[in-house]
């Protein structure tokens, strides 16, 4: 069992793959060229598995695959396979844009993932392209489509951005109540990778924009996930779209500005450059990349240990207001 120094049990691993990605939004990495290097270029992921079997066996229960955009990945599906395979319990998800998923989610599911998060900023094709600079909402669409008939288990992620998609709230919202999938709204990670001049909603604002046409209220914070959970009663959603649930519809907004965003964290982060990182927006790391490349396990451990023992109580919004770094490295 992995514990950090505030008593906080670490059985979360976030696993970016890859700094790759086919789209430059708005919020995360609008300035990287397209043309962001490839495969080889990436740690082998032999040796990220080499890690990640050193995690599971010291306790880790939840795997979350990243980028960049993992689906650029050839080999993921065997890789997820492979993991599955060493440790058949593990509860793995993995978080994709949806350009590359219609044609992979079958495999995947096959595989033994279990879960994925597929961000959806908009429903309008010019505002896909305006904040990914990729016309993919089609592509997206197809793919929340198909990842739902495999039976994945699906959440969407919007980030609200001031001037931009505020006015799709309760449009996207609506679009997961009416396929039962969750959607949670994520307030906008101020970092210095981003668009320069871009603003996000807080929660208190994302909540009195859904307010305006349903009521809500506080159901729980998420046990294993950085999410404050909400509810819209069932007889609202028949009344306001005419939809039948056969439970109150729960939807999520994820604030990291919030005091308490960090007092259950149980998650540490290996990057694509292969460094451990215990916390988002500090930007200390541990590098554990040659310890993959050559399966040493002991030192495997001995990083990761020392990654935890490292690992802050809280984050520095109040003291650090934009993080430097870049998310699509360490997968946000």
């Known amino acids: 069992m992995l514990v950090d120094g505030f008593g ?10 890859t700094e790759r990605c086919n789209f430059r939004c708005a919020y995360c990495m609008p300035n990287t060229p397209m043309n962001l290097g490839d495969e080889n270029e990436d740690v082998p992921l032999e040796s990220v598995l080499n890690f990640i079997k050193v995690a599971i066996i010291q306790g880790v229960k ?102 931009i998609n505020t006015d799709e709230i309760l449009s996207i919202l609506e679009y997961g109540m009416k396929r039962g999938i969750m959607v949670r709204f994520i307030e906008y990670m101020e970092n210095s990778h981003a668009k320069e001049g871009i603003m996000g909603l807080k929660l208190a604002e994302i909540l009195a924009n859904i307010q305006t046409k349903y009521p809500t209220r506080l159901f729980e914070k998420e046990v294993i996930g950085p999410a404050t959970l909400f509810k819209i009663p069932q007889q609202e959603i028949k009344a306001n779209l005419g939809v039948e649930l056969n439970r109150d519809y729960i939807f999520g907004i994820i604030a990291p500005h919030n005091d308490d965003f960090c ?44 990654c935890i023992e490292n690992k802050p109580e809280k984050n520095d919004w109040d003291t650090n207001a934009i993080s430097q770094r870049a998310f699509y490295q360490t997968g946000g």
């Open 8 to 17: 906080r049990t670490i059985d979360y691993m976030r696993i970016s793959v």
């Open 62 to 163: 939840k795997i979350r695959i990243t980028g960049g955009e993992p689906l650029l990945r050839s080999k993921i599906v065997p890789f997820i396979a492979q993991i599955c395979d060493f440790a058949p319990q593990i509860d793995i998800a993995l978080t994709t844009n949806a350009f590359l998923l219609a044609p992979l989610a079958k495999p995947l599911k096959d595989a033994g993932l279990k879960r994925i998060n597929i961000s959806l900023d908009s429903l309008q094709k010019d505002r896909i392209l305006c904040i990914s600079k990729r016309d993919g909402l089609e592509k997206i669409l197809n793919g929340i489509e198909v990842a739902h008939q495999v039976g994945l288990k699906i959440k969407l992620n919007m980030v609200p951005l001031k001037g």
């Open 263 to 306: 007092k259950t964290c149980n998650r540490v982060r290996l990057s694509s450059e292969g460094k451990l990182i215990p916390c988002l927006y500090h930007n200390n790391a541990i590098d554990i990349k040659e310890a993959m490349l050559r399966g040493d396990t002991e030192e495997i451990l001995s990083r990761l240990k020392l």
